[in-house]
């Protein structure tokens, strides 16, 4: 069944039954060591994680690892530009379960990135960053603590599907002809636009189906977190992208509004009932003038529609929303992509969980571990219905690999996601606490230390952080 490779003789699979992961006492866990700076992180984390496995579970439990391979590693042990082999398809799909280091992708060229083809084969369509703030640790941010936000990020579609086409090929040049020609003329609300000849062209396919099972994620994720935190925000950039990216907006409320009806509100049905709740005798019309900005200058067609939305809330959740009983539902809002970059930094605290598409959590992702102290803090997750790989936010910092010296600590909280999906959150706690614990004693990698004030000096080496983390399992 494999080719370059032989799984463990000991251990057990994770199998999965309706999307949760059915877990035995040794687990057999492929991982990929990646590239660049994996070389430092990758054994830094293990040695962490089994730690913690050994110290909460005895010999109860612990994790069998299967080594497999891709990029740069896939190349030594497979031949040339087998940078993703089947063997490492294979033991990912038959185990359900991997945590990877970072693999490298070229700019402009060359092949495409390896980590979204993992992410695309396996369907594993939600990202999951959560970025949360570890007492102690620096960061260029004055409040860092009020950020606790979740990106959720559709993880396979959007530009990432990677269909494009380079400038001057004729396949561009044919496309460019049609929409130009055809396509575009006979759209009137496009008008007289055109493409530039001289275009490369990129395909941006967001579905309803797509972005529908992510946010029906997103908003369970949200049922399961402390009612303050209750809250599931569209992020897109609607306002330019209707048709994709707003879009998804409307699908992520249209799903929010049937499927999750009883336990959902948006954050427009809240203005709508509490203009009644403050005015029992409230006008449709003057509840509509509050709910949508500029009522007044609005054609009338619009004004009908506003209050038809008005009357239509009220007739239909009035009884089970109503009275505040709404405060006690998961809020859903939205938000356009800029304007949440900087309110991420002004009103971190208003925020939960970030639903967005492919490119725009991307971004988020490392803007928001930036706050909570930067990409050494930044862990993920990769899931889909029968599978699940975990990896850090960030790359694989090339200038940093075989020194020693970067921070292992994204990947490392990304096996505290992994144990937490596992089951096993003893083991997650410990780490949480000896990593948290060593950060409060300054005992930090380059990258935390001199963000510190005065700067520690010296900062820990890769490896010296983990055995830290380790030595403070007990503080
Ligand atoms: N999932 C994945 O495998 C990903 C892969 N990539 C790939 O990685 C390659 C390099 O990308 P690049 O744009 O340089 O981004 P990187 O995230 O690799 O690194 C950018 C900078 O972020 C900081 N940083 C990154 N990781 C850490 C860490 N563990 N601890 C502390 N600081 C860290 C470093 O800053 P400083 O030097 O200032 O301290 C580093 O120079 C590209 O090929 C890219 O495609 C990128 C993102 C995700
Ligand atoms: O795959 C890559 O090289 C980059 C991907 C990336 O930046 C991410 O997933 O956060
Ligand atoms: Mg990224």
């Given at each position: 069944m494999y080719d370059r490779i032989t799984p463990p003789t000991i251990g057990e699979r994770i199998t999965f039954?309706?999307?949760?992961?059915?877990?035995?006492?040794?687990?057999?866990?492929?991982?990929i060591r990646g590239d660049g700076t994996g070389v430092d992180i990758w054994p830094a984390a293990q040695k962490v994680f089994d730690a913690a496995v050994a110290k909460a579970y005895g010999h109860h439990r612990h994790?069998?690892?299967f080594k497999i391979y891709a990029g740069d590693e896939a190349c030594e042990h497979y031949g040339a530009y087998q940078y993703l082999p089947e063997d490492t398809l294979t033991a990912i799909r038959e185990y359900g379960i991997a945590i990877k280091g970072p693999l490298t992708t070229p700019v402009g060229g060359g092949i495409r990135s390896l980590n979204v083809a993992l992410r695309q084969i396996n369907d594993l369509y939600a990202c999951v960053r959560?970025?949360?703030?570890?007492?102690?640790?620096?960061?260029?941010?004055?409040?860092?603590?009020?950020?606790?936000?979740i990106v959720y990020r559709e993880n396979t579609e959007d530009i990432y599907l990677g269909i494009e086409w380079r400038q001057g090929t004729e396949i561009a040049s044919k496309l460019i002809d049609l929409l130009n020609q055809d396509l575009i003329p006979a759209t009137p609300e496009h008008g007289r636009k055109q493409i530039r000849l001289d275009s490369g062209i990129g395909i941006k396919p967001i579905s309803k189906t797509g972005s529908q099972r992510l946010v029906r994620r997103a908003i369970k994720h949200a049922l399961r977190l402390p009612p303050h935190k209750q809250q599931v925000t569209?992020?897109?950039?609607?306002?330019?992208?209707?048709?994709?990216e707003g879009a998804f907006r409307d699908w992520g409320y249209e799903l929010a509004t049937t499927e999750f009806r009883q336990a959902c509100i948006t954050e427009r049905e809240s203005w709508i009932l509490s203009n009644r709740e403050a005015n029992p005798d409230i006008s449709l019309e003057e509840n509509a003038r509050r709910v949508e900005p500029g009522y007044d200058s609005l054609t009338p067609d619009r004004k009908a529609e506003v209050c038809e939305e008005v009357k239509l809330t009220l007739d239909t959740i009035w009884d089970s929303h109503?009275?505040?009983?709404?405060?006690t539902k998961v809020m859903v809002n939205d938000r356009i992509a800029d304007s949440i970059f900087q309110q991420l930094q002004t009103r971190p605290d208003e925020y939960s969980i970030l639903a967005t598409m492919n490119l725009n959590g991307d971004y988020l992702s490392d803007a928001a571990a930036a706050i909570v102290g930067g990409l050494g803090m930044g862990p993920g997750a990769n899931i889909g219905d029968t599978c699940a790989i975990f990896e850090a936010t960030h790359g694989t910092a090339p200038k940093h690999a075989g020194l020693d010296r970067i921070n292992p600590g994204s990947v490392i909280l990304s096996g505290v996601m992994m144990l937490e999906f596992m089951g096993w959150q003893e083991a997650a706690d410990l780490i949480k606490q000896g990593l948290g614990a060593a950060i409060s004693n300054r005992e930090v990698t380059y990258d935390l230390a001199r963000l510190m004030t005065p700067p520690a000096d010296p900062p820990l080496k890769c490896s010296e952080f983990a055995e830290a983390i380790i030595q403070h399992f007990d503080d």
């Amino acid at each position: 069944m494999y080719d370059r490779i032989t799984p463990p003789t000991i251990g057990e699979r994770i199998t999965f039954q309706d999307g949760e992961p059915i877990v035995p006492d040794t687990p057999i866990v492929p991982f990929i060591r990646g590239d660049g700076t994996g070389v430092d992180i990758w054994p830094a984390a293990q040695k962490v994680f089994d730690a913690a496995v050994a110290k909460a579970y005895g010999h109860h439990r612990h994790i069998v690892w299967f080594k497999i391979y891709a990029g740069d590693e896939a190349c030594e042990h497979y031949g040339a530009y087998q940078y993703l082999p089947e063997d490492t398809l294979t033991a990912i799909r038959e185990y359900g379960i991997a945590i990877k280091g970072p693999l490298t992708t070229p700019v402009g060229g060359g092949i495409r990135s390896l980590n979204v083809a993992l992410r695309q084969i396996n369907d594993l369509y939600a990202c999951v960053r959560p970025c949360t703030f570890y007492p102690g640790t620096p960061s260029p941010h004055k409040s860092p603590e009020k950020l606790d936000v979740i990106v959720y990020r559709e993880n396979t579609e959007d530009i990432y599907l990677g269909i494009e086409w380079r400038q001057g090929t004729e396949i561009a040049s044919k496309l460019i002809d049609l929409l130009n020609q055809d396509l575009i003329p006979a759209t009137p609300e496009h008008g007289r636009k055109q493409i530039r000849l001289d275009s490369g062209i990129g395909i941006k396919p967001i579905s309803k189906t797509g972005s529908q099972r992510l946010v029906r994620r997103a908003i369970k994720h949200a049922l399961r977190l402390p009612p303050h935190k209750q809250q599931v925000t569209l992020v897109h950039k609607g306002n330019i992208m209707k048709y994709t990216e707003g879009a998804f907006r409307d699908w992520g409320y249209e799903l929010a509004t049937t499927e999750f009806r009883q336990a959902c509100i948006t954050e427009r049905e809240s203005w709508i009932l509490s203009n009644r709740e403050a005015n029992p005798d409230i006008s449709l019309e003057e509840n509509a003038r509050r709910v949508e900005p500029g009522y007044d200058s609005l054609t009338p067609d619009r004004k009908a529609e506003v209050c038809e939305e008005v009357k239509l809330t009220l007739d239909t959740i009035w009884d089970s929303h109503g009275q505040g009983q709404w405060q006690t539902k998961v809020m859903v809002n939205d938000r356009i992509a800029d304007s949440i970059f900087q309110q991420l930094q002004t009103r971190p605290d208003e925020y939960s969980i970030l639903a967005t598409m492919n490119l725009n959590g991307d971004y988020l992702s490392d803007a928001a571990a930036a706050i909570v102290g930067g990409l050494g803090m930044g862990p993920g997750a990769n899931i889909g219905d029968t599978c699940a790989i975990f990896e850090a936010t960030h790359g694989t910092a090339p200038k940093h690999a075989g020194l020693d010296r970067i921070n292992p600590g994204s990947v490392i909280l990304s096996g505290v996601m992994m144990l937490e999906f596992m089951g096993w959150q003893e083991a997650a706690d410990l780490i949480k606490q000896g990593l948290g614990a060593a950060i409060s004693n300054r005992e930090v990698t380059y990258d935390l230390a001199r963000l510190m004030t005065p700067p520690a000096d010296p900062p820990l080496k890769c490896s010296e952080f983990a055995e830290a983390i380790i030595q403070h399992f007990d503080d």
